[in-house]
């Protein structure tokens, strides 16, 4: 079945979070590029600006077989050449069903 939610192969957008912390608030800002390769895969990847980091790119990718989706994704990708000084990395895996 791929991917029948979008029709775009190409996708771009902006998110912006902010939350209200008690000494002050915390902002993020990202810009993101999907693009779907074929009827079986999309991929994303995304720049990130908020208070700690300047420089944080991300890339990911998801692939969905029937009811089950699967994905993985990296953020701060630029932070993998010295994790013991990077201050914030992180990979996730995972898989969701889907209910229609």
Known sequence: KGFSVSKYQNEI???FYSILRPQFPQ???TVFYNRRLGTFLKTKISYTIDNYLFS??????STQINKLNFYAAVDNILGYE???NSKKT????GANLIFD
């Open 56 to 61: 944080n790119v991300g890339f990911g990718f």
């Open 82 to 84: 010295d994790l013991f």
């Open 27 to 29: 902002m993020a800002a």
């Open 90 to 93: 992180s990979f996730s895996l």
């Open 13 to 15: 957008g902006a998110q």
